[in-house]
């Protein structure tokens, strides 16, 4: 289920006429809200997309620093108490 409001007016931008000049909106002629729903479904299938790569890169990016991180430090030294601060502050 879509937000109408949202979906309205976060794409009707590119369905309005730029050349009408009242007070309020005027659509393009033959734009219909298939099309402004269609544009919407593209950009949400768009943003998964990218987002699902992101998360990839970022999973990765991660791995490669913590591997890096562990051939210059050690790989056990999350296990050494000594390297944490355990003393508890008020506050």
Same mark, same amino acid.
């Given at each position: 289920? !879509?937000? +109408? ?10 369905? $309005?006429?730029?050349? &009408?000049?009242?007070?309020? =909106? ?8 298939? !099309?402004? +729903? ?10 998964? $997309?990218?987002?699902? &790569?992101?998360?990839?890169? =970022? ?33």
């Amino acid at each position: 289920m !879509e937000n +109408y409001y949202n979906l309205i007016n976060g794409y009707k931008g590119l369905f $309005l006429d730029p050349s &009408y000049k009242g007070t309020d =909106e005027q659509y393009l002629p033959n734009t219909n809200f298939n !099309e402004i +729903y269609a544009l919407y479904r593209f950009d949400r299938e768009l943003r998964s $997309l990218f987002l699902r &790569y992101i998360l990839q890169i =970022e999973n990765n990016v991660k791995s490669v620093l913590a591997h890096k991180f562990s051939e210059q430090y050690g790989h056990d030294n999350y296990l050494k108490v000594a390297n944490f601060e355990t003393s508890l502050k008020k506050g």
